[in-house]
């Protein structure tokens, strides 16, 4: 580089660059910035200096080169490779500018990903899902039975799937070409059981049912018979409060048999209804031996309680091992004794040394020795009709 | 995006690329049409400022039934190609043994019609768990992402951009919660997308509003006044495979060790 | 399938494309490393397969993105890698790295053939014009010139090296970076796929070169493929012992995978993994190559070990690319189950596209060679020289 031309050159390269780094430097701090700090027309200015600068150096070096030509045949050695790698720095340029040419507008808005992705998200599609109030704006009286029932917590959409076309196809219905969209939920037991088949692997306080079993326990011959032949969906009336409190039977009364018209929104809800009916209306002679005996005291919604399979079909006690009654009887280390007798289960304790009971299996129901303390069995089926009025 | 009509936006356009080609990928986002780095309005001129959000996601899994409301209720909000899922629920029963076994109710009913194990195999334990997109915060896949179509929103959703995506597949491999698949119609990675197309309205993803029984919840971890916080304060939760630092958003309430 | 495995993973997503592509990047990277042992390291009795290395190595090259292309969901974006390309991911690299590479190996072979080049731009007819496009119209070449090309292709044929490491070990990063696959995640897979690689890229040319030199009754030039066979047991040697090193390490820690990896190797890939990769296709050519390398054979026995060899490694690098990229995925993400996969022979990523993906690099080495020599004239001398004139270009078939 000692020949001056070159110099020059080399001077318009430096300057070039540090010109190049300006505009960078400026581009970032107003990409950067919530307002624009050099603006628009200063990087513009100072890039186009960039080229000015290298077009300098270039030319430079070009005319450099052309003088020595006439060296070439000495030292041309070096001829081809230039002539490559001025082809090759073409392409590159080519394909740099191309790059960047080819980035989307918004790619590296708010991160390294293209920034109009997210707004596509957004609008990806419609909501297909309505809510429940939306179901409710057109089918007030089932949204009002179904806010009073136990089922008031769960949407409409849950059951009946996503309502976005039948609410479309209602509202598009005035051009009278529209077909309409029903949403049905099939009148087969399928529904009801994905909720409520019982599965072992579901919480054991939830309700759930063996349907055949179910059926048979009431008599029912067909065991395809769909659950809404019986429990209307919309007001099952699967009580909060325990049955007896409660008044009304979960199966039998329906709200509609004695409110004639609308649901009023402002009724109290099933479970603050006053007195429907008593156990003993039905299961007189159960109520009666009860009464004999030592949990007397308690009403029998204490026991079946919840709506449940097992309760009103075998019995929620049978079905579930020991554990219901240790609720009670369960002799806690740091519980105040409760004045009730009391285990500390596993360990049943020997009352009768000199005739020890056999080893018994951690699930066996207490009820399978104990049942002399509640009630006297199969009393159960004394009317399983009638009895509503 | 709100531009306004007289935006010199060629101008920005030729400058963008100038200065692009000069500076390479170091200034990939330089000049990019974001309006003082805010962020995108959803439609429909609803006002959401996704700096006031950080969506997270909670299972509780003492509360799931399995009863498929959830797959059922993504399949036809988000339109996913049969045979593929965006989130599932899964059964474990735990024999006698204690071994587990797990099976998921695939299909259009998504619904479990007996128990995976017979009475003889004496269960010791059983129940299920809801799966989805974890939405990490570390996330794996938009690390992996050769081309930065999936990526994470500024309010905690890891997205695809199904116009950018290439289909190499490399993110469906790097989760390692296999929530994600290729598309088979549009052939671009595919996922949950927190049902960006609700939460951005107001809405709740699909799986979150049809849950019966409250077993799967969301919420915004910038609110310090929000219900999933106020749970997440007050419950003992677990992540689903920690050891592997994604840093998940999905927080699961009474997770089994059996669950990966 | 077999036990639980997750809903979305019922579908093998890398196919038999992705088993071929580290495959063919593998025998780029071990054909460049053979010509550098020319051009760098001076092992001038490689000299006969020199430029058919480079040769192999750049065709290679150009067709490795071909099972990518038609893997990719959307090939018409293939170039968002190289748009946009998100650097905090493994693959992300592959534009800029693959390009580069093509960059090196195409400029050192434009300097190394540029002799035969300048003789074919003054001929003519198609080849003349391809010739004096290829060299940019500059035909001259003298002494001096010469001596540049040589420092040129010194200097990258050395940085080669690097880059065809950075190339193929990328390729293994990208499996063993995968913390959601116990199968490929190990900081070993970058390396096995470096000596892996070494050892292919030895195997096709020594196969290859072979073939070329039957089929035209060339006299092979025994000292070039010994040579070759003993840098072929020595690196399959080192190969082979870390892959064998990699699975010894999971099952000796007893770590939480090895139990469904355990079940992996002894029952999904016992017979593609431990029969066929291990016992016949490492076994026998190490004691083959071993048995070459040892004693001295008449040639003609000499050239057939090393032949059996090299075609039995081949299949071993193409089974281990295999064990890999399917094993791995055939291990459910939840531990608890395997899926399965068997590539139909139709499909678009099928068996018959990847045959044809993986001859034509081979069909175009021969049109290559009607274009300029890839042997020196001394390799291409026939077994009797009396019997037939002197070779020219053509005969290659």
């Known amino acids: 580089m000692a020949d001056p031309q070159n110099r020059r050159s080399l001077i318009a390269f430096v300057f070039a660059a540090v010109l190049l780094a300006t505009v960078l430097i400026m581009a970032r701090a107003d990409a950067l910035a919530r307002r624009p700090v050099f603006g628009l027309a200063t990087i513009v200015l100072a890039a186009a200096g960039t080229v000015l600068a290298l077009a300098v150096g270039l030319g430079g070096l070009l005319a450099a080169r052309r003088r020595r030509e006439d060296l070439s045949q000495v030292r041309g050695s070096w001829s081809h490779v230039l002539r490559l790698g001025v082809a090759l720095l073409v392409i590159g340029g080519a394909a740099i500018v191309a790059r960047a040419a080819l980035v989307p507008d918004s790619y590296g808005a708010y991160g390294y990903f293209r920034g109009d992705a997210v707004r596509d998200a957004m609008v990806a599609r419609r909501p297909s899902h309505q809510g429940r109030d939306v179901c409710a704006g057109c089918h007030e009286t089932e949204g009002r039975l179904h806010a009073k029932d136990f089922h008031s917590g769960i949407q409409c959409e849950s059951c009946h799937g996503a309502g976005g076309e039948h609410v479309a196809s209602v509202a598009a219905r005035a051009d009278g070409k529209t077909e309409h969209v029903p949403v049905v939920v099939p009148r087969t037991q399928e529904p009801c059981l994905w909720c409520h088949r019982r599965l072992a692997a579901r919480p054991s306080s939830f309700p759930q049912i063996d349907p055949q079993e179910h059926l048979r326990g009431f008599a029912v011959a067909d065991l395809e018979t769909p659950c809404m032949r019986c429990h209307n969906p919309h007001e099952p009336l699967f009580l909060t409060r325990p049955l007896r409190e409660a008044r009304l039977h979960p199966v039998i009364q329906q709200c509609r048999d004695c409110h004639a018209g609308d649901v009023d929104a402002a009724a109290p809800r099933p479970d603050d209804h006053p007195v429907v009916f008593e156990c003993r209306y039905c299961h007189a002679d159960l109520a009666a031996d009860f009464a004999g005996r030592s949990h007397r005291e308690l009403p029998c919604g204490r026991c079946h309680q919840a709506h449940r399979e097992s309760e009103t079909a075998t019995r929620i006690v049978r079905s579930h091992g020991p554990e219901f009654c240790l609720l009670c009887h369960r002799d806690f280390p740091l519980r105040e004794p409760v004045g009730l007798p009391t285990i500390a289960w596993p360990a049943h304790p020997e009352r009768n040394p000199q005739n020890p009971p056999p080893p018994l299996p951690d699930d066996m129901p207490c009820i399978d020795c104990h049942m002399d303390r509640i009630h006297a069995r199969g009393m159960t089926t004394a009317a399983a009709t009638g009895g509503a009025s | ?260 | 399938m077999e036990g639980f495995v997750f809903p979305n993973e019922q579908n093998v997503v890398w196919t038999v494309m992705i088993v071929l592509y580290p495959y063919i990047t593998g025998l780029v990277a071990g054909a460049f490393v053979v010509s550098s042992l020319y051009h760098l390291f001076g092992r001038d009795e490689i000299r006969p397969v020199a430029r058919f290395s480079l040769g192999a190595a750049f065709v290679f090259l150009l067709f490795a993105p071909l099972p990518l292309l038609v893997h990719l969901g959307h090939p018409e974006r293939a170039f968002n890698i190289m748009i946009t390309p998100n650097f905090s991911s493994a693959m992300a690299g592959f534009g800029y790295i693959y390009t580069a590479y093509l960059l090196l190996v195409g400029i050192e072979i434009w300097f190394i053939f540029r002799d035969d080049m300048i003789r074919r731009a003054d001929g003519r007819g198609f080849w003349r014009l391809v010739a004096r496009v290829a060299l940019l119209n500059d035909l001259r070449a003298t002494e001096a010139s010469h001596a540049t090309d040589r420092r040129i292709i010194r200097f990258l044929a050395g940085l080669g090296i690097p880059m065809a490491c950075l190339l193929h070990g990328y390729v293994g990063f990208l499996f063993g970076s995968i913390k959601a696959n116990p199968w490929w995640s190990t900081p070993l897979m970058f390396v096995i796929f470096i000596f892996s690689a070494i050892v292919s890229g030895i195997a096709v040319l020594i196969f290859h070169y072979m073939l070329i030199a039957r089929i035209n009754r060339w006299k092979i030039d025994q000292a070039c493929v010994r040579s070759l066979g003993r840098f072929l047991w020595g690196f399959m040697i080192i190969a082979v012992s870390l892959e064998v090193l990699e699975v010894v390490s999971i099952a000796y820690k007893q770590s939480e995978e090895w139990e469904i990896l355990a079940r992996l190797i002894e029952d999904r890939l016992f017979f593609s993994y431990i029969i066929l990769q291990f016992l016949v296709f490492s076994l026998v050519p190490f004691l083959l190559l071993g048995l070459n390398a040892l004693f001295r054979f008449r040639d003609a026995v000499s050239n057939a070990i090393l032949w059996i060899a090299s075609v039995m490694l081949l299949v071993q690098v193409l089974l281990m690319r295999w064990n890999v990229v399917i094993g791995g995925q055939l291990v459910s993400k939840s531990y608890r189950g395997f899926t399965s996969y068997m590539p139909g022979v139709f499909e678009r990523e099928g068996l018959a596209v990847a045959v044809v993906i993986f001859t034509i690099p081979f069909g175009l080495l021969y049109v290559f060679h009607r274009f300029v020599p890839l042997f020196p004239p001394e390799a291409m001398r026939p077994t009797t020289p009396a019997e037939r004139p002197a070779p020219s270009q053509a005969d290659l078939h």
């Open chain 2, 1 to 260: 995006m709100s531009r306004p009509p007289d935006d010199p936006s060629d101008r920005r356009r030729f400058l963008r690329i100038v200065v692009q080609s000069a500076g390479g990928f170091f200034f990939a986002g330089c000049l990019a049409d974001a309006e003082d780095g805010g962020p995108p309005a959803p439609p429909g001129g609803t006002a959401y400022d996704w700096n006031k959000f950080y969506w997270a996601y909670a299972v509780d899994t003492d509360r799931c039934i399995g009863c498929g409301s959830c797959m059922r209720a993504c399949r036809t909000e988000n339109l996913v190609p049969e045979g593929f899922y965006r989130t599932w629920v899964e059964r474990y029963e735990i024999d006698a043994d204690d071994k587990a076994h797990v099976d998921i109710a695939l299909g259009r009913s998504a619904s479990f019609d007996r128990d995976a194990l017979p009475p003889a195999a004496g269960r010791r334990k059983a129940f299920f768990v809801p799966k989805l997109c974890n939405h990490c915060k570390n996330s794996v896949c938009s690390q992996v992402c050769p081309v930065g179509a999936s990526y994470q929103t500024k309010d905690g959703v890891v997205l695809v951009d199904e116009q950018h995506c290439v289909g190499c597949a490399y993110c469906v491999q790097a989760c390692p919660y296999a929530t994600r698949f290729i598309n088979p119609h549009k052939h671009v990675a595919d996922k949950c997308t927190f049902c960006y197309h609700r939460i951005t309205v107001g809405l709740p993803p699909a799986c979150v509003l049809v849950c019966p029984t409250k077993a799967r919840m969301y919420g915004n971890l910038k609110d310090r006044k929000d219900e999933l916080q106020a749970i997440l304060h007050r419950r003992r939760y677990m992540l689903l495979k920690p050891e592997l630092g994604t840093n998940p958003k999905c927080y699961y309430l009474g997770l089994d060790l059996e669950v990966v």
